[in-house]
């Protein structure tokens, strides 16, 4: 890469000579920025949180995220912080000092990464009250344990005066467009139709939370990257009385703040979903678009009815979406834009995830129910699971044996029954197929009792 530049530490920075799948801490601990570290180098531990300035509304928001999944290129006219910059004078700024004095660090490993996750939540815009120590969640300490640092950011109080609270009245970056061998950035679907056109066997980057992984830890190469976070119209939301459309390149924690009308469920699936670290560049596109068997947007966005936009101004029901394993009915060189939820929101919705930790793992079964109700019958029932079969989908026998009943322990065995003879899952380490399938019968009757 050459003729590549950000802003680092409230300087402009040129890169040159680098392949464009080194990461950004890669490329951080090359310049002496060491307080970024690897551990696991698949967005769990947290070791490697950097700040990203981003958009919130016409203002901007700190995010932590995690550079060792962030390829280097994806930078290119972003403002990024390292924990080294929040020295002033050498005086520690006020999360740094909080964490001294609460005794959050013993062997200081992963103290960086908390620094950054604390800051942000500091000076996150709209903030009231104290901190909120979840917002840490993408960070581990191995050695420490989480009471101190837990009361390092319950004393902490508003965000101080100074060049970074100034910063945040300012306009976050607009990202350009930018082409280098082995990278794109289009600024438009057009262009990125065509960018998929010149450069067969490109690869599609959003976030870079599922991607990253794979370059990190399976050796994986693409000969060329298309990163689609340059493009306003996978950036929106728009809400009418008729339904809500969400770009498919939209960070979840943006869907979580822009969707204040959002059934509770949605929380229920996104912020067990990742770390907020994960959720600050993860999407709902991306999610829906690697098709894995056990993503857990797609069973709620099934509950809902939710159709799906395309490249070819294609608009696919999410139930006709998911054709096999980690297969979809996108044909070749066309991907995700939007998703649409149709309104009005079912009068009953649950979502439920089952998996070896309650926050932030892999599922091994995710379940949603909606339906709307005919006095004290159940009406246009659905019934959608991920983790049963090779694909996410809609059990349509139970939800037909469901349609028309009413809510009753007698009609969920009827369709517990139904249940058993229709879902297919498999077994592996995280569950055998007679645990997904008497996981997914009790979930209908824990839905029962609230």
Not at 191 to 203: N, S
Not at 264 to 273: E, G, Q, T
Not at 275 to 294: D, E, F, H, K, Q
Not at 314 to 322: G, H, V
């Amino acid at each position: 890469m050459a003729g590549l530049t950000f802003e680092l530490n409230g300087r402009p920075v040129a890169v040159d000579g680098y392949a464009p799948q080194t990461t950004l801490l890669d490329y951080l601990r090359d310049r002496g920025l060491t307080g970024a570290k690897e551990g696991c180098a698949e967005g769990e531990c947290g070791a490697c949180t950097v700040l990203l300035v981003a958009k919130h509304g016409d203002q901007s928001a700190y995010r932590a995220v995690n550079s060792c999944l962030m390829f280097l290129p994806m930078a290119a006219g972003q403002e990024i912080y390292t924990v080294e910059s929040l020295v002033d004078k050498g005086e520690l700024c006020e999360a740094q000092a909080a964490l001294a004095a609460a005794g959050g660090s013993q062997c200081g490993y992963c103290t960086p990464g908390f620094v950054m996750s604390l800051f942000a939540e500091q000076y996150r815009p709209g903030r009231e009250g104290a901190c909120d120590p979840h917002q840490m969640g993408g960070n581990l300490c191995r050695c420490t344990g989480y009471r101190p640092i837990r009361d390092a950011a319950l004393s902490l109080g508003p965000a101080p005066a100074g060049v970074f609270l100034d910063r945040l009245a300012w306009p976050a970056p607009t990202l350009t467009a930018v082409e280098q061998t082995g990278f794109s950035r289009p600024v438009s679907v057009e262009e990125c139709v065509r960018q998929l056109a010149v450069h067969p066997g490109a690869k599609l980057v959003a976030g870079g939370t599922d991607l990253g992984v794979e370059s990190n830890l399976l050796g994986r190469r693409w000969p060329h990257l298309i990163s689609l976070e340059a493009i306003p119209e996978l950036q929106r939301f728009d809400e009418t009385a008729d339904a809500v459309i969400i770009g498919a390149a939209l960070p979840l924690t943006d869907v979580l703040d822009r969707w204040t009308s959002a059934p509770a469920a949605l929380a229920d699936c996104l912020l067990p979903f990742a770390s907020p670290t994960i959720r600050n560049r993860a999407t709902l596109g991306g999610n829906l678009g690697n098709a894995s068997p056990i993503g857990d947007s797609a069973p709620l966005l099934l509950a809902l009815d939710a159709a799906v936009y395309t490249s070819a101004r294609r608009r696919i029901p999410l139930a006709d979406f998911f054709t096999g394993y980690r297969q979809t009915a996108l044909a070749a060189g066309e991907f995700l834009t939007a998703i649409e939820v149709p309104k009005p929101y079912p009068a009953f919705l649950r979502f439920y995830k089952v998996s070896k930790r309650r926050m932030d793992d892999i599922s091994t079964l995710s379940a949603a129910f909606a339906w709307r109700w005919d006095g004290e019958r159940v009406a246009d029932a659905r019934l959608a699971f991920g983790g049963v079969a090779a694909r996410p989908l809609r059990v349509c026998e139970a939800e037909e044996a469901l349609a028309g009943e009413p809510w009753t322990l007698e009609t969920i065995a009827r369709v517990q029954a139904v249940l058993a003879q229709t879902l297919q899952p498999l077994s592996d380490h995280r569950g055998s197929a007679a645990y997904r399938t008497a996981v997914a019968q009790s979930l209908l009757e824990k839905a029962f009792y609230g």
